[in-house]
């Protein structure tokens, strides 16, 4: 007789926060028995982890619920939309169970109760490192949740609610277990990774019977220590940032730091509820780069935020130019449900956003590429993610998958993603490069 499993349907939509909120609710799934299915058809009920940043990002949602609800019937939503409870359960009255984001305990019993899990326990077998949606070689160390800040174009915070850091034993426990699951490198995410353990006023915790404090300059160390690459992601930019500079100089952790400044004007930059002093970032990168003379520096900015000026957008074209970042991304201010930033005066025109990001990311290409083109001619570390019929591709020290570039490497012979070699820098453009492997 032919044994049915219970069988999800998993959309995963949104940052690589969500990402890890899937992660951790798929691992679970499968630790109890449930098929993953990759269509519609086979699946017994669909899971949508949902995201809700921005109006593109909540259409999409919308869309992805539609889909499953006309294609399968049965469906649940999580996520950051899911945290806008009545407006989804408004636009979509047949929904097995909404529930907001980072409720995996919650996701999990609305499954039970529409799907009970089978119960042989062949089946609930879950290999070590739990289940990742990226590749094996790299994945995402989610160490907090929530954010203090009240960044005015954020509704973050609301979603999400304010800062809780996970226990230090625990994140060290999940980043040993995907090192010795074959991870090579380490994304440290939250919203706020700097304010790591503020919550807590930074215990004292035990780890491998050592004393551990939850603190970021701690932890950085402390994971650094485990031997994988370890990249730091949305570090907000707070004075002891700093401190954590040294352990990239000497090699602990990747020399990257990824500090999103969304601006350069002390009075946006108000407006906005960030640290509005540009002078004091130039300063702190200069001394950054004295410490660590080959961090790479990654920021995000937003251009047209309400009542930004021709000349305030120069400021921070300016900026740009003293400051000398090595990857940057920009966005044109869009209004988000629930943001605080809607009521502030003077909106931009769209047609003005629009120019500003051009001339902005103008400015910067010229930056990024000849900031690249002076790396030609090193020798440096590659991590290698895959292969295309050209050959092997992997990425620097400085580049993040999925939004930094790449490097294209001639040369290569059995290598699988994961490995690490060193290769000599031979050409680059804007955004990638490209290198020769270097005999040992
Ligand atoms: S620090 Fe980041 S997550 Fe927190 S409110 Fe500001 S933009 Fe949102």
Redesign the pocket.
């Known amino acids: 007789m032919s044994h049915h499993i219970p069988s999800i349907g998993f959309i995963s939509l949104g940052c690589p926060k969500a990402l890890v909120d899937s992660e951790q609710i798929i691992t679970r799934l499968r630790a109890e028995g449930y098929a993953i299915q990759p269509d519609y058809k086979s699946s017994d009920v669909v899971v949508i982890n949902t995201c809700a940043f921005i109006d593109d990002a909540v259409e999409e949602s919308m869309q992805a619920i539609a889909e499953a609800l006309n294609e399968n019937g049965k469906v649940i939503v999580t996520g950051c939309l899911g945290a806008k409870q009545g407006v989804v359960e408004k636009s979509f009255p047949d929904l097995l169970a909404v529930t907001g984001p980072h409720a995996a305990d919650e996701v999990m019993s609305a499954i039970h109760q529409h799907l009970p899990p089978d119960t042989d326990p062949k089946l609930s077998l879950i290999p070590p490192g739990g289940i990742k949606l990226t590749p094996r070689h790299y994945a995402y160390l989610k160490i907090s949740e929530?954010?203090?800040?009240?960044?005015t174009?954020?509704?973050?915070?609301s979603l999400?609610g304010d800062l809780v850091s996970r226990p230090v034993a625990d994140v060290m426990d999940e980043a040993e277990g995907l090192i010795s699951a074959g991870v090579r490198e380490l994304l440290v995410v939250s919203?706020?990774t700097s304010a790591y353990g503020l919550d807590t006023r930074y215990r004292d915790e035990f780890w491998r019977g050592k004393p551990l404090k939850t603190r970021f300059l701690e932890l950085s160390r402390a994971l650094g220590e485990l031997g994988a690459w370890v990249r730091l992601h949305?570090v907000?930019p707070y004075p002891h940032v700093d401190d954590a500079i040294p352990l990239m100089a000497q090699g602990v952790i990747l020399p990257y730091l990824d500090v999103?400044l969304?601006h350069a004007n002390y009075d946006i930059l108000k407006a906005?509820?960030?640290p509005a002093n540009a002078e004091n970032v130039l300063r702190r990168i200069e001394k950054w780069r004295d410490i660590c003379p080959d961090i790479t520096l990654r920021s995000t900015f937003i251009v047209g935020f309400p009542g930004e000026t021709e000349q305030q957008f120069e400021e921070l074209l300016e900026f740009l130019e003293v400051a000398q970042l090595d990857r940057v991304g920009a966005f044109a201010y869009s209004p988000v449900d629930g943001a605080t930033a809607n009521a502030l005066a003077n909106p931009v025109a769209e047609e003005i956003k629009q120019d500003r990001l051009q001339r902005f990311m103008q400015v910067q290409e010229k930056i990024s590429e000849q900031k690249l083109a002076n790396r030609v001619g090193r020798v440096e570390e590659i991590i290698i993610d895959g292969e295309d019929e050209e050959g092997f591709i992997g990425r620097s020290k400085g580049d993040a998958p999925e939004i930094d570039g790449m490097v294209f490497i001639e040369g290569g012979h059995d290598l699988k993603a994961g490995d690490i070699v060193r290769a000599k820098i031979t050409a680059s453009n804007a955004h990638d490069l490209w290198a020769e492997i270097q005999k040992p």
């Open positions: 929530g954010c203090n800040h009240r960044c174009f954020c509704i973050i915070p999400r919203q706020d949305y907000y999103p969304q906005m509820k960030r």
